[in-house]
């Protein structure tokens, strides 16, 4: 199992950073070229959505990405040190104002992402969350020598 780490200030202007280093890694790992937008896209909103959590309380972590190669898939889990409740839990959420909106528009990149990959995890606690998008790869065409 080859695994790529990247780590980048949450700022959005290292999200195409992530972007391309992702496409480039899922490239060479075997990810059909016809998907390669979808990752693109993917993590362009994983990335975003983490950066938009990590300045939205003050939390200067950086964002962590690994793109993980395994047996017949490729996997890229987009990390953040945000602190909340599990997605969808409204109660546990701010009663209203910007508190609402920040929920909806949380809400709604985890309706892209999902939108785009179908092989989606996500997780959320007390001590940040965790976005696990899945896709399968083709082994490299046999060199016939």
């Known amino acids: 199992m080859a695994t790529v780490e990247l780590r980048f200030s949450a700022l959005p202007e290292h999200v195409r950073t992530a972007r391309l280093v992702a496409a480039a890694v899922a490239r060479r790992a075997g990810v059909d070229e016809a998907v390669l937008d979808e990752v693109r896209l993917a ?14 309380v003050g ?12 047996e017949k898939q490729f996997s890229i889990e987009v990390g953040d040190e945000a602190p ?6 409204r109660a546990a959420g ?5 508190g609402e909106v920040e929920a909806e528009e949380d ?3 985890l ?10 995890e996500v997780s959320a606690g007390e001590h940040g969350g965790l976005i696990r998008m899945t896709w399968p790869t ?8």
Request: negative net charge; glycine residues 12%; charged residues 20%.
């Open 43 to 56: 993590v362009g909103e994983a990335c975003s959505r983490a950066v938009g959590l990590h300045q939205s």
């Open 59 to 70: 939390i200067t972590a950086p964002v962590k990405v690994a793109l993980i190669e395994e």
């Open 84 to 89: 909340r409740s599990v997605p969808g839990d």
């Open 94 to 98: 701010a009663a209203g104002g910007d």
């Open 107 to 109: 809400e709604m990149g």
């Open 111 to 120: 309706a892209v992402i999902s939108g785009l990959v179908d092989d989606v």
């Open 138 to 145: 083709t082994p490299p065409a046999a060199v016939l020598a």
